[in-house]
Nanobody
Framework: QVQLVESGGGLVQPGGSLRLSCAAS????????MGWYRQAPGKERELVAI???????NYGDSVKGRFTISRDSAKNTVYLQMSSLKSEDTAVYYC??????????????????WGQGTQVTVSA
């Protein structure tokens, strides 16, 4: 099993910044990608940003130019630097990781794990 632990959420004023962290631990052979998703009340979960093992990134349209995703592969940790925050960024932010777990020489089981979520509230 692979566990994800998020940290860094909280209350911030509009225009402010916040950094989220997510550390993966457990039976990990390889992480292919880690990312952040968010879900606001009454809305569907949406992609915020994702980063692959090669460093390629992809962002949701609403956060492009304001948010930056990065990773520390040695620590199996992903970060989300959020700047110029708006009230519409208020949501529960979830970390996701997908890859291969430790198995045998011939087979490594895939995993797709989620964190418990961290609340980000942007309000004056």
């Amino acid at each position: 099993q692979v566990q994800l632990v998020e940290s860094g959420g909280g209350l911030v004023q509009p225009g402010g910044s916040l950094r989220l962290s997510c550390a993966a631990s457990g039976s990990i052979f390889r992480i292919n990608a880690m990312g952040w998703y968010r879900q606001a009340p009454g809305k569907e979960r949406e992609l915020v940003a994702i980063i692959t093992s090669t460093g390629s990134t992809n962002y949701g349209d609403s956060v492009k130019g304001r948010f930056t995703i990065s990773r520390d592969s040695a620590k199996n940790t992903v970060y989300l630097q959020m700047s110029s925050l708006k009230s519409e960024d208020t949501a529960v932010y979830y970390c996701n990781a997908e890859g291969l777990g430790r198995g045998t020489y011939f087979y490594q089981p895939p995993f797709d794990s989620w964190g418990q979520g961290t609340q980000v509230t942007v309000s004056a």
